[in-house]
């Protein structure tokens, strides 16, 4: 589907049936940014097939906030493996990457995403860690 010519995408959107949507709303959930969805959220902005656009509004807003907690997720997983891998306990690890132990805990719990920037800066504190123990 990721592949179809914009103009079979219209095709299903106007003259598809149920089985068809379908198919689109399955590759939407796969990829919310992709091709597909961008390309039927674009073709939504000026055509409003009655009936079917708001539902096809609702499989792309439900999938990206699927998408998106679920990248919330893996950073917090990622920000918690960071903070296990140096040893540190959460204050001190907050306090060497120039954050509050309150502060980590959002990033831990998934609750508030760090920039890309605290991100790097708490791998490159793990990577000092575990270089400085190395024998």
């Known amino acids: 589907m990721s592949s179809w010519p914009?103009?079979?995408?219209?095709?299903?959107?106007?003259?598809?049936?149920?089985?068809?949507?379908?198919?689109?709303?399955?590759?939407?959930?796969?990829?919310?940014?992709g091709p597909v969805a961008r390309q039927v959220s674009d073709y939504l902005n000026y055509e409003r097939p009655v009936g079917v656009a708001p539902l096809l509004e609702r499989a792309i807003g439900?999938?990206?906030r699927c998408a998106l907690q679920a990248e919330r997720a893996e950073v917090a997983r990622?920000?918690?493996e960071l903070v296990n891998r140096s040893g540190?306990?959460?204050?001190?690890?907050?306090?060497?990457?120039?954050t509050s132990a309150s502060r980590l805990s959002t990033y831990r719990s998934g609750?508030?995403?760090?920039?890309?920037?605290?991100?790097?800066r708490m791998r490159r504190l793990v990577n000092r860690l575990d270089d400085s123990s190395a024998p």
């Open 111 to 120: 609750k508030v995403i760090p920039s890309a920037a605290l991100l790097a």
């Open 88 to 98: 540190l306990t959460s204050a001190s690890f907050a306090e060497r990457i120039g």
């Open 62 to 64: 439900s999938a990206r």
């Open 6 to 33: 914009y103009e079979a995408i219209v095709t299903v959107i106007e003259r598809g049936l149920i089985a068809d949507w379908a198919v689109l709303t399955r590759e939407i959930r796969r990829d919310p940014w």
């Open 78 to 80: 990622d920000v918690n």
